[in-house]
């Protein structure tokens, strides 16, 4: 028993005080990617987060499916998904919770961080105050937690503001933007105008189910009455709920900062008048029994402060598919603007425009220009309104927020600030140890001198030349154009075969077709038209071209839309292969081909997009001369996923007993054994509401066995389904070899591996 007695004096709370390596402000997703990167090099990170669960927008608070790249796949940004730490708890969500359970998504992230020994993780502790030593240097941030009633005050020599409203960055006095740049400061034509609005809002979402009598809905007083006063009303879906009503937007024309309470409770009137006219106008059938079940008691942001690094972002850079030296990610969202009335206007909820493929993202805007030891991650990173339309989304954002935590790592390691990794080559080390993360950055290997298989001798059982895709499928209909997306060599004109079923008398177009860079996936230069006469009925045809790539690349072998004629899928899957269609993804503004407006700075091109599973089958086809695409040389030239080609060590189908010989002249010492395998990129593992058909990815390898040529096994592994397999072995060996025994993941897909990592 504590009895006190009265005190004249103020009585103070609790205070504690603590040294970090790193301080990590705002743990939303990257926050926690960033947290978890630098923990995992031994660096001590403290991340703190105001709110009782990770993960911002995509939590349970706000319920927002993170997206990033692959953007629902509806662009042409094929086997894109981002890598690393946000690949591995995408993967995880997957696994447990492939319908999108929110809550279930809360736990994985917690169990993530919770599983870093080196993070201090403090939830429901919101910084109020950032102390200076010095002009240009953070040496401490005050917090409170409310539900400890205590006072935190955290030195350290590294901080990363990812906060959403920059609150770290704000009180050291950065240089910051809120708004649009006009078109002239660095000549984005997309620029908005006054009248669209400098701001996108907040959003607030609800969630409903179906009971088992009918249930009654009496509107608060404060909801919204008149439902016209919503232009889109006549959108608005009985059975919509959650994401879906992304567009109940407001706040674009308040401080998105200051004013967020008001802006909540206006999202809340929206949100309940939209429900009363769901429940009680009559517009809608069968809603007796339908009942709220969760509403949201904060707003999900999207657009606040945004605060100026080493160099600032702008629409060219991703309508263009800038390369930087110092790129440490990529994007691949659409540029995506909304107008500042939100729900209020009379506009589309959005406008979106895509670049031709994904781009580069540069380390440097995630130092800040004004404080040494601050980096910024998140949707506060150094870009103009417009690029940040591509930036700001989550998954972006938790990719990209890797290289924050691992340039963490080397500051800490090497006792130097952010900006000296632009010095004296570091950017190549940064680059490099995200890589072997499995960040894949565009256009950068993993370099062979920090992986032993790079001078091995490997030998495989078998490899794939894949000549015929199984002729063992359903008939697709080509009512919308189809084409199989091929990892094709330079020079060597293919003929391919395939099975057709024509219900009159028509022509069958085939068209060959490229990406004018090499490493997009847009196909916007035909190489080849042929035509071919089809009678009635089933029947094989041959497709000969004669014209051939110039250069290693994907290309689209392409049927064109003819509603008389049939095609046959394969239920086989390879790596790096896919079918696509010329079609239509709504969702991210995708009507099968992007006409831009002239004179806003975007291209004008054809989607071509795949479908999810457990649609979206391979064409079923022979291929003259066999794709050579799948040898041993792809587990050591530094790429993860395909790009460009394949990259993959595939083995043959018919191989019974797959495996893989990595051999040295002389003896190696191994501390470490890394696998990346497929955990097929090109899939959009939306974090919650979407629902996905898998649990595991149907490429991924699930069971292998390593020893060393000696005959010592040092790893077993059953029912994996991560994409990166790190084995730190318990103690180091001596070895002139391992092999690599592994199983097809079933029988209609071959076991791959991209990449063998030695250490």
């Given amino acids: 028993m504590i009895v006190q007695g009265f005190n004249k004096t103020i009585r103070t709370n609790k205070q504690l005080d603590f040294i970090s390596d790193f301080v990590i402000v705002g743990g939303g997703l990257a926050g926690v990617c960033a947290a978890i990167t630098s923990a995992r090099k031994g660096v001590k990170t403290t991340l703190i987060q105001d709110r009782p669960v990770l993960g911002g927008n995509a939590s349970s608070e706000v319920r927002l499916w993170a997206l990033?790249?692959?953007?629902?796949?509806?662009?042409n940004n094929r086997w894109s998904r981002e890598g690393g730490v946000v690949n591995e708890i995408f993967v995880e969500n997957l696994y447990r919770n492939k319908e999108g359970n929110p809550v279930i998504f809360d736990t994985i992230l917690i169990d993530k961080v919770l599983a870093e020994?080196?993070?201090?993780?403090?939830?429901?502790?919101?910084?109020?105050?950032?102390?200076?030593?010095?002009?240009?240097?953070?040496?401490?941030?005050?917090?409170?937690?409310?539900?400890?009633?205590?006072?935190?005050?955290?030195?350290?020599?590294?901080?990363?503001?990812?906060?959403?409203?920059?609150?770290?960055?704000?009180?050291?006095?950065?240089?910051?933007?809120?708004?649009?740049?006009?078109?002239?400061?660095?000549?984005?034509?997309?620029?908005?105008?006054?009248?669209?609005?400098?701001?996108?809002?907040?959003?607030?979402?609800?969630?409903?189910?179906?009971?088992?009598?009918?249930?009654?809905?009496?509107?608060?007083?404060?909801?919204?009455?008149?439902?016209?006063?919503?232009?889109?009303?006549?959108?608005?879906?009985?059975?919509?709920?959650?994401?879906?009503?992304?567009?109940?937007?407001?706040?674009?024309?308040?401080?998105?900062?200051?004013?967020?309470?008001?802006?909540?409770?206006?999202?809340?009137?929206?949100?309940?008048?939209?429900?009363?006219?769901?429940?009680?106008?009559?517009?809608?059938?069968?809603?007796?029994?339908?009942?709220?079940?969760?509403?949201?008691?904060?707003?999900?942001?999207?657009?606040?402060?945004?605060?100026?690094?080493?160099?600032?972002?702008?629409?060219?850079?991703?309508?263009?598919?800038?390369?930087?030296?110092?790129?440490?990610?990529?994007?691949?969202?659409?540029?995506?603007?909304?107008?500042?009335?939100?729900?209020?206007?009379?506009?589309?909820?959005?406008?979106?425009?895509?670049?031709?493929?994904?781009?580069?993202?540069?380390?440097?805007?995630?130092?800040?220009?004004?404080?040494?030891?601050?980096?910024?991650?998140?949707?506060?990173?150094?870009?103009?309104?417009?690029?940040?339309?591509?930036?700001?989304?989550?998954?972006?954002?938790?990719?990209?927020?890797?290289?924050?935590?691992?340039?963490?790592?080397?500051?800490?390691?090497?006792?130097?600030?952010?900006?000296?990794?632009?010095?004296?080559?570091?950017?190549?080390?940064?680059?490099?140890?995200?890589?072997?993360?499995?960040?894949?950055?565009?256009?950068?290997?993993?370099?062979?001198?920090?992986?032993?298989?790079?001078?091995?001798?490997?030998?495989?059982?078998?490899?794939?030349?894949?000549?015929?895709?199984?002729?063992?499928?359903?008939?697709?209909?080509?009512?919308?154009?189809?084409?199989?997306?091929?990892p094709l060599k330079k020079e060597i004109k293919y003929n391919f075969k395939i099975a057709v079923n024509a219900t009159e008398k028509t022509q069958l177009e085939v068209q060959l077709r490229v990406a004018e860079k090499q490493y997009n996936y847009t196909p916007d230069i035909t190489l080849e038209t042929v035509i071919i006469d089809m009678v009635p009925g089933e029947q094989m045809v041959e497709v000969p071209f004669s014209k051939a790539l110039t250069k290693d690349q994907y290309a689209f072998v392409c049927f064109m839309a003819n509603e008389k004629l049939k095609i046959q899928e394969s239920n086989q899957l390879y790596s790096g292969v896919l079918a696509v269609f010329n079609g239509v993804n709504k969702a991210v503004s995708n009507n099968g081909k992007q006409t831009p407006p002239e004179n806003i700075g975007v291209d004008a091109f054809e989607f071509w997009i795949p479908k999810r599973r457990p649609a979206g089958k391979n064409i079923a086809m022979e291929i003259s001369p066999a794709i050579d695409a799948y040898g041993v040389q792809n587990i050591s030239n530094g790429f993860v996923r395909p790009w460009g080609t394949a990259n993959s060590w595939t083995a043959a189908l018919d191989d019974k007993n797959p495996s893989l010989k990595i051999e040295w002249q002389e003896v190696e010492e191994l501390s470490e054994i890394s696998l990346f395998l497929d955990t097929d990129y090109d899939h959009a593992m939306e974090t919650v509401q979407f629902g996905h058909y898998d649990d595991v990815i149907p490429f991924c390898l699930r069971n292998y066995k390593i020893t060393s040529v000696e005959g010592e096994v040092l790893v077993e592994v059953k029912d994996n389904y991560q994409g990166l397999n790190v084995h730190k072995l318990k103690n180091k060996i001596k070895t002139k070899g391992v092999l690599i025994e592994v199983e097809h993941p079933s029988n209609n897909v071959p076991a791959t591996i991209f990449e063998v990592v030695c250490q």
Wanted: charged residues 25%; aromatic residues 10%; contains cysteine.
């Fill in 68 to 75: 990033g790249a692959t953007s629902h796949m509806g662009n």
């Fill in 117 to 486: 020994k080196n993070i201090t993780l403090l939830l429901n502790t919101a910084v109020y105050d950032t102390v200076k030593n010095g002009d240009h240097k953070i040496a401490s941030v005050k917090a409170y937690n409310s539900q400890n009633a205590t006072f935190y005050n955290i030195s350290a020599p590294l901080f990363c503001d990812a906060s959403g409203d920059g609150i770290v960055a704000f009180q050291a006095g950065a240089s910051f933007r809120i708004g649009a740049e006009a078109k002239e400061e660095f000549g984005e034509l997309f620029a908005p105008d006054i009248a669209y609005g400098e701001l996108l809002g907040h959003s607030i979402f609800f969630y409903t189910k179906r009971a088992s009598k009918p249930v009654k809905y009496v509107a608060p007083e404060y909801a919204l009455k008149d439902i016209t006063k919503v232009p889109r009303y006549k959108i608005i879906e009985k059975d919509d709920t959650g994401c879906r009503f992304w567009w109940l937007e407001y706040g674009g024309r308040k401080d998105t900062i200051h004013d967020t309470e008001e802006i909540k409770h206006e999202l809340w009137k929206v949100v309940y008048g939209v429900w009363d006219y769901i429940k009680n106008s009559g517009e809608f059938e069968d809603v007796e029994n339908l009942t709220l079940e969760w509403v949201g008691n904060i707003p999900g942001k999207r657009e606040s402060r945004r605060f100026e690094g080493l160099y600032m972002m702008k629409q060219q850079d991703v309508i263009e598919q800038k390369r930087f030296d110092d790129a440490i990610g990529y994007g691949g969202w659409a540029i995506d603007l909304h107008p500042a009335d939100g729900v209020y206007s009379d506009k589309s909820g959005c406008t979106q425009w895509h670049s031709k493929g994904i781009y580069d993202i540069p380390y440097s805007s995630f130092v800040n220009k004004d404080i040494d030891n601050l980096l910024m991650a998140g949707r506060i990173i150094s870009a103009s309104h417009v690029a940040f339309g591509s930036t700001r989304v989550m998954a972006t954002t938790g990719f990209t927020a890797q290289a924050v935590g691992m340039a963490a790592a080397i500051c800490v390691s090497e006792g130097i600030q952010p900006a000296d990794i632009l010095k004296n080559g570091k950017i190549k080390q940064l680059q490099n140890e995200l890589n072997l993360i499995g960040q894949s950055i565009p256009n950068i290997p993993i370099d062979a001198e920090s992986n032993l298989v790079s001078k091995a001798t490997v030998t495989a059982s078998s490899e794939l030349a894949l000549g015929t895709i199984d002729f063992d499928g359903d008939w697709l209909s080509l009512e919308t154009s189809a084409a199989a997306l091929l």
